[in-house]
């Protein structure tokens, strides 16, 4: 061979990738778009009962004429009242004891045991209970659901607890800061973030509770308005109710995002 | 104002850690306590601040800290223990806010700490836009604004490049120039410990006791990064603890 043949070059192929996916934004709200088309399409070609599945626009008709009539907005303010009100205790309650159970010891084992138990229990069977304690009315479901939205809480709060830097209350304590400084300026910060996503989960039991509550015994609210409209066929009037706890919980996420991000600007 | 331990002894479980260590650190006095990795350096640390309760022996202070002192015993941390969620001149406020200072006065003392580790420019910096050489004069300018008689300092170049560890060197030099502030250095690194260091204690390896005590002659500001006398001194130091570090090498970490 007199010429002597430059090597071959094998181009090194890529392999660095680390499933990490991207946010796109205009794709979700795409998606959504794309799935009440599709619906809106199988219904004006008929493949839909208009009785058993009505079509978005008859959904939306129905909205309209409830929030029209003041009916829609009288269900709601009952409906946010009692989750708000029970969400505020469940979750107000929730925190201070998963604060102690992550503080105290005198707290933390029987704290644990006692919400071990009592947290796999369905809450919704505890309603019949709350409206012998606390009547028919508004107690029972407050209860209910401030219950329901309790235990997630402790758990998220000791856990974010316990994961706080003790090296940093370490720094605290070097510095003679008190304990309740360390709580309140260590402690409660570091746990923030593991505390707003247990009050997410919390938020979303609180939605399925009120719901259940409100089909067992009440005139007003979502929930009741989506049982009595199931009772009359009102199929439209019943999606339309879903509609809006769909919105409903979306709202809340939303806020508690944009919540986690003002206090959590500094991450 | 002095620090003395007497007769520490601390154990892990059933594990010895600290076997009877006495020192004594003198009013401005930098004193190192070098040894090597598990030799129980940090934990006498703790134990001389408070932090830590050891098993048997005592500390004490003698005499009265400066009258301005608001935290007489202090501590630098290697992990430097900022708050994420504070921006650098708010970790520095955090000492402060337990003390009923007027406001004007916490802000100078908060300006003047800042201005002396060179971090006036970044005051409404978050820490996790600092480099780990700025975060630790965070932690510096943090101790300083206590004025501390005892600064208790947990390896605390250990987490910082060499480069940065150079310059960070340099300001631990200016700061004790002064010469008012008593300083417990410990490190594993025998070369600050020869730069920074009026004496040197070291320890042996697991249970810690102390082996041996140097004293360094040349003062501190005439001592250079490249001095072949102090490499000589660190190299002394190494002869001494060189078995002791093969030798806890070669140990399973507790």
Not at chain 1, 201 to 209: G, P, Q, R
Not at chain 2, 112 to 134: I, Y
Not at chain 2, 192 to 198: G, Q, S
Not at chain 2, 229 to 253: G, K, M, S, T
Request: aromatic letters at 6%; hydrophobic letters at 50%.
């Amino acid at each position: 061979m007199s010429e002597t043949a430059a090597p071959e070059a094998h181009p090194v192929p890529y392999r660095g990738d680390l499933f990490l996916p991207r946010t796109r934004r205009l794709a979700g709200a795409l998606a959504l778009v794309a799935l009440i088309a599709f619906w809106q399409a199988a219904s004006s070609l008929g493949w839909l009962d208009p009785v058993m599945a009505p079509s978005p626009r008859e959904v939306f008709a129905a909205l309209l004429a409830m929030a029209k009539s003041g009916e829609l907005a009288g269900h709601l303010a009952a409906s946010l009242g009692r989750l708000l009100g029970g969400f505020a205790i469940g979750a107000t309650a929730g925190v201070g004891f998963g604060l102690a159970v992550g503080l105290f010891s005198l707290v933390r084992s029987p704290g644990i045991a006692v919400v071990s138990a009592l947290f796999p229990i369905p809450k919704i069977a505890l309603l019949p209970l709350f409206i012998l304690w606390f009547g028919i009315g508004e107690g029972s479901k407050l209860a209910t659901i401030a219950f329901g939205s309790f235990f997630p809480t402790v758990v998220a709060t000791y856990g974010a607890v316990d994961a706080v830097d003790r090296s940093l209350v370490r720094m605290g304590r070097s510095f003679g800061l008190s304990s309740w400084s360390i709580v309140r300026k260590i402690v409660l910060p570091g746990a923030l973030p593991g505390i707003l996503s247990g009050l997410r989960i919390a938020s979303s039991i609180s939605i399925v509770l009120l719901v259940a509550a409100e089909m067992i015994g009440a005139n007003r609210g979502v929930g009741a308005m989506v049982l009595a409209a199931g009772n009359l066929m009102q199929s439209d009037r019943l999606l339309g109710g879903v509609v809006v706890l769909s919105v409903l919980g979306l709202f809340i996420a939303g806020l508690l995002g944009w919540i986690e991000r003002r206090l959590t600007a500094w991450r | 104002m002095n620090l003395s331990a007497s007769r520490i002894s601390h154990n892990y479980g059933p594990l010895p850690v600290l076997a009877d260590v006495s020192l004594t650190v003198a009013s401005g006095e930098v004193v190192a306590v070098v040894g090597p990795s598990g030799c129980g350096k940090s934990t006498l640390l703790r134990i001389l601040g408070g932090l830590e309760r050891p098993d048997a022996g005592a500390v004490a202070t003698e005499g009265e800290p400066p009258a301005r002192s608001l935290n007489p015993i202090t501590y630098v941390f290697q992990d430097f223990a900022l708050l994420p969620w504070r921006t650098v001149a708010g970790n520095v406020a955090l000492p402060l806010e337990e003390h009923s200072l007027p406001t004007a006065e916490r802000d100078a003392i908060i300006r003047d700490a800042l201005a002396r580790t060179g971090l006036s420019d970044f005051a409404k910096a978050w820490p996790r836009q600092l480099s780990g050489g700025m975060k630790q004069r965070v932690g510096i300018a943090r101790a300083l604004a206590v004025r501390p008689a005892i600064l208790l300092m947990d390896e605390p170049l250990s987490a910082l490049d060499g480069q940065t560890r150079e310059l960070l060197m340099d300001d631990l030099v200016a700061l004790h120039a002064a010469g008012d502030l008593s300083t417990v250095y410990v490190t594993h690194n025998l070369d600050e410990a020869v730069r920074l260091a009026d004496r040197i204690l070291v320890l042996s390896r697991r249970p810690g006791r102390i082996r041996a005590e140097v004293r360094l002659e040349t003062p501190r500001a005439e001592r250079r990064p490249a001095d072949p006398a102090l490499a000589a001194q660190a190299r002394e130091l190494w002869d001494l603890i060189r078995e002791d570090a093969a030798e806890a090498d070669r140990e399973l970490v507790a």
